[in-house]
């Protein structure tokens, strides 16, 4: 069966300093990886995906993430975070069409 | 284009009462997924219909719950008797059909919140 830890329920972190959100999954086959972020009173929106190809994946607003196999973790991280930045992220890995989500980290940026 | 969307966006219901849940998925989507979180923990797989049919229903809870895609475009999602512990939010996705692999994505909806009292 698969399963998405986050280590971190709740991250945080002052502006423009930088993060790193942790995932862990487990899994028997090949998979695809994904990160998805949440503001406030809004739905689930992609920041970026693992599919194959080169680990070092980058999304939107800056984000990137590492898929590394032996580890088996695909942290998030940024450089410099904004106050924009605060919402909840969530790890899923995917596994024939079944989204695993880990329990989501929450991003609380400060000024 | 449109995006996924839901209705309602909250509900508040009394328990043994019934609850029904509609998401809109994007157009052209043929894959259409219901997933659950409960009280801030993971975000968990209800089902998945491709077009009308269902494909994986093994997140279903309980035969309390009853989902239909008739058509093959918008999907309900119904909770009849509702518990208590059914509440949390209900998300909705939608994916393109899967010929193309390197373009896999679920967009999701903003979800629904469903109260049990």
Known sequence: AQSVTQLDSQVPVFEEAPVELRCNYSSSVSVYLFWYVQYPNQGLQLLLKYLSGSTLVKGINGFEAEFNKSQTSFHLRKPSVHISDTAEYFCAVDNFNKFYFGSGTKLNVKP | ?117
């Open chain 2, 1 to 117: 284009e449109a995006g996924v969307t839901q209705f309602p966006s909250h509900s508040v219901i009394e328990k043994g009462q019934t609850v029904t849940l509609r998401c809109d998925p994007i157009s052209g989507h043929d894959n259409l997924y219901w997933y659950r979180r409960v009280m801030g923990k993971e975000i968990k797989f209800l089902l998945h219909f491709v077009k009308e049919s269902k494909q994986d229903e093994s997140g279903m809870p309980n035969n309390r719950f009853l989902a239909e895609r008739t058509g093959g475009t918008y999907s309900t999602l119904k909770v009849q008797p509702a518990e208590l512990e059914d509440s949390g939010v209900y998300f909705c996705a939608s994916s393109q059909p899967l010929a193309d692999r390197r373009a896999y994505e679920q967009f999701f909806g903003p979800g629904t919140r469903l109260t049990v009292l």
